[in-house]
């Protein structure tokens, strides 16, 4: 089980003031499900949904690609991606760090007979563009054929830059290779660069982003890309059990995210910022930020304490045994939230 799991409310026995395991906890508010409720629904197989259309083209449009494709969950708008890119025999050059790499069941050589190639992510969430160079395999017959380059920003809630970006999949397409982007937190990552979707968006054949973290849809995931290739990830998807009928009430959920969640994420930055801050106050361990996240590395034994004092407070914190503590800030979580486990952490430590 995940190391963010586990932590109900029941077991807190104290309300839930604020949840900072992760945005994936976001809860869908009152116009969302308004909009779900309302949403005129069609067949998506036989492509009949209004609202999974409109999503689709929306987030293509908005990204500047030719189209769009809606799945249940990130890691098979990835993996879909993967299989539409790549076959049996064939190397997806990735990060050792990355979800695709470490989090997704290695699906992809599963399902498609792909190779994962992972690399050593960088501290700022990138990878060395010349060792993807050096990744890249001729054409020998004892070699796995190198056919895609798949990134992911924001990484541990890192945006990695434009420039650092460009250089990767110059890296990349002078290799010959196409190019995927992990987008679950797109919009975390252009909103920290103050970019447009496209100039992000350009630098890849086809990005995957989530609507269920951040943007606080209940489900799903689009990716965009061009038209013959994701008339392949379609099929691919049927194929893998992803196609879901009359989806329209998910797919109303990420219209709405899309138009009311967007521009406040810049909100969950800053108190992402507003927490680092008080905890590098506490001077009770490492603290880094990024984004709409939080690593905090208390004293070696102090994981589980602080998660119990924390739940008291109604705060819920995802603590493993040792190391660093993720905490993840999100529109569920407010100004009061945040100010009681701030509070909360200072009782801890005082
Ligand atoms: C959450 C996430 C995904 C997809 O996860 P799902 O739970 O399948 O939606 C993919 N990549 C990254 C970087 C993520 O954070």
């Known amino acids: 089980m995940s190391q963010y799991a586990g932590m109900t409310q029941t077991e807190t026995g104290a309300g839930v003031l604020c949840d900072l395991r992760s945005d994936t906890v976001t809860r869908p508010d009152d116009a969302m499900r308004q909009a779900m409720a309302a949403a005129e629904v069609g067949d998506d197989v036989y492509g009949e949904d209004p609202q999974v ?8 449009e908005r990204l500047g690609k030719e189209a769009g494709l809606f799945l249940p969950t990130g890691t098979q708008s990835n993996l879909t991606a993967l299989l539409s890119h790549c076959g049996r025999g064939e190397e997806i050059i990735t990060g050792r760090d990355y979800h695709v790499f470490k989090y997704e069941a290695a699906g992809a050589s599963v399902l498609g007979g792909s190779a994962l190639y992972p690399l050593e992510v960088q501290p700022g969430g990138g ?17 796995p054929i190198s056919r ?37 937190r797109f919009f975390n990552a252009i909103t920290e660069l103050g970019c447009s979707a496209p100039h992000l968006a350009v630098l890849f054949d086809t990005v995957s982003i989530c609507l269920s973290k ?18 392949r990830a379609r099929r691919w ?23 009311q969640n967007v521009d406040r994420l810049a909100e969950d930055h800053a108190r992402a910022a ?33 998660q119990a004092h924390l739940a008291k407070a109604g705060v819920v914190i995802g603590a493993g045994d040792s190391g660093p503590i993720r905490l993840v800030l999100h529109k569920d ?9 701030i509070a909360a952490f200072q009782t801890f430590f005082s």
Do not use: Y
Request: proline share 3%; aromatic share 2%; hydrophobic share 50%.
């Open 333 to 341: 979580v407010t100004d009061e939230g945040l100010n009681g486990a």
């Open 127 to 143: 990878l060395d563009p010349a060792a993807i160079a050096a990744a890249v395999k001729p054409d020998d017959s004892h070699m």
């Open 237 to 259: 998807r049927k194929m893998l059990g992803g196609g879901m009928r009359q989806s329209g009430v998910l797919a109303a959920a990420g219209l709405m995210a899309l138009e």
């Open 214 to 231: 951040g943007l606080g849809a209940p489900a799903g995931s689009v990716l965009v890309g061009p038209s013959d290739l994701i008339a």
């Open 53 to 60: 259309n409109q999503l689709e083209a929306t987030l293509a």
């Open 148 to 184: 895609l380059l798949s990134l992911e920003n924001t990484h541990n809630g890192q945006a990695i830059s434009l420039e650092d970006m460009r250089a990767m999949t110059d890296a990349g397409r002078a290799a010959g290779l196409s190019l995927h982007l992990d987008g679950a």
């Open 274 to 306: 507003t927490l680092a801050d008080a905890l590098r106050a506490l001077g009770a361990g490492e603290v880094t930020q990024a984004t709409n996240m939080v690593f905090f590395t208390p004293a070696e034994g102090q994981n589980a304490a602080l």
